[in-house]
């Protein structure tokens, strides 16, 4: 257990976390792996965790209507998998799958979830965090669509 607490201590997530909102992020924590090719989850599953990545990555894909696999983003280390836990009707939209042997910690979304209802200065770290995730991640898929699309302006 505090392999695992050193673990999330070192997770750039955590940066500047006060050490009591630390403490209910830890007792939801804990470690998985997946091997490389593995799916990590598909869209449409229940979305009731999200990933703090320690190694390997991890490619979040779109299948289009052929059945083609379109990798829109990859997530490496020290990175954030998944965010659909945090919002209704908490489904997965996309695929994850594995691109390397991957270890991460599986962090409990539906105890943040319902912790963050009372205690409320953990939600707005929550959503402070995620926000600034959601955000980096909209920019980069503007980015890449303008790089597809060739229209910079």
């Known amino acids: 257990m505090a392999d695992l607490s050193k673990k999330l201590a070192g997770h750039p997530f955590f940066d500047g976390l006060a050490a009591d909102v630390m403490k209910t992020f830890a007792a939801c924590a804990r470690p998985v792996d997946y091997k490389a090719g ?3 989850y598909r ?11 320690l190694r390997g990555r991890v490619a ?3 299948r289009s209507r052929g059945e083609q696999t379109i990798i829109i983003q990859t997530v490496g280390p ?3 998998l998944g965010w659909s836990w945090l919002f ?3 489904h997965r939209r996309f695929d994850a799958r ?12 539906v105890f943040l979830r319902e912790k963050a209802e009372t205690e409320h200065r953990l939600g707005y770290e929550l959503l402070k965090r995620f ?3 959601v955000v980096e991640r909209l920019q980069a898929t503007r980015l890449q669509l303008l ?6 302006s």
């Open 78 to 80: 020290d990175e954030v």
């Open 60 to 62: 979040v894909e779109l």
């Open 131 to 133: 926000s600034r995730i």
């Open 98 to 109: 594995a691109l390397d042997d991957v270890e991460a910690i599986a962090m409990d979304g």
């Open 147 to 152: 790089d597809i699309y060739g229209k910079h």
């Open 43 to 53: 869209e449409g599953d229940k979305a009731d965790q999200f990933l703090l990545v």
């Open 88 to 90: 209704p009707p908490y």
């Open 38 to 40: 593995q799916m990590v």
